[in-house]
């Protein structure tokens, strides 16, 4: 499976935007990029995924690079309640079932 | 509401014994997973099931068993042949079990095994 490589953690100041970057340099051309978060104690929600353009939703935006090489995170503002770990995930068009791949995510710190 | 339903949140076992963890969603959902979490780690899938009365091995799946003779119930029992058991357990649930299917996953229960 194609791997993901996210900086151990990141710390942003409240109410500032984030970029949670992702590296994925073995993606292949099936290969949807996920993202989750995963508040302390609790399961991992779903935030948001993309193919090759650039996406957003209530809860962020992702950007793709055009290589697809590599994507980013954007939560416009950030809140308290964003402090979460954040997986960047492959999931693979070929794959028949539901299967996430999980590595360490990237810990993601909010100041007041 | 609609959601997954995870019980029990915590529990506590003796070494050698057999224990179920509840799964229950009202989604409605085809697809369901269970997933195991170390400290510090990622998820790891133990389980999934596309289907009623089918389910096939995630990447851990040695020490567990699962049953799924409802749609909406994915029991996982974690054996006394789990070398390791303690861990956070998770139970996700999907409309499909394709690519873009986005997972729903519950609270979670904690095992400790004393």
């Known amino acids: 499976d194609a791997k993901t490589t996210q900086p151990n953690s990141m710390e942003s100041n409240e109410e500032e935007p984030v970029h949670l970057p992702c590296n994925h340099s073995?993606?292949?051309?099936?290969?949807?990029i996920h993202w989750y978060r995963q508040l302390p104690s609790q399961g991992p929600e779903y935030v948001i995924h993309?193919?090759?353009s650039n996406v957003n939703n209530r809860m962020a935006s992702l950007a793709i690079a055009e290589d697809r090489k590599s994507s980013t995170l954007i939560l416009h503002r950030a809140t308290l309640r964003d402090a979460a770990v954040y997986y960047c995930?492959?999931?693979?068009?070929?794959?028949?079932?539901?299967?996430?791949?999980f590595g360490q995510g990237t810990i993601l710190t909010v100041h007041p | 509401d609609g959601g997954i339903t995870q019980s029990p949140k915590y529990l506590f076992r003796k070494e050698g014994q057999n224990v179920t963890l509840s799964c229950e969603q009202n989604?409605?959902?085809?697809?369901m997973y269970w997933y195991r979490q170390d400290p510090g780690q990622g998820l790891r899938l133990i389980y999934y099931?596309?289907?009623?009365?089918?389910?096939q091995k995630g990447d851990i799946a040695e020490g567990y068993s699962v049953s799924r003779e409802k749609k909406e119930s994915f029991p996982l029992t974690v054996t006394s042949a789990q070398k390791n058991p303690t861990a956070f357990y998770l139970c996700?649930?999907?409309?499909?079990?394709?690519?873009?299917?986005?997972?729903?996953f519950g609270e979670g229960s904690r095992l400790t095994v004393l």
């Open positions: 993309g193919l090759t």
């Open positions: 099931s596309q289907i009623v009365n089918d389910f």
């Open positions: 073995t993606i292949s051309g099936t290969d949807y």
């Open positions: 996700a649930s999907s409309k499909t079990s394709g690519v873009t299917g986005e997972l729903f």
């Open positions: 989604l409605n959902h085809d697809a």
């Open positions: 995930i492959l999931r693979d068009r070929e794959s028949s079932y539901g299967k996430l791949t």
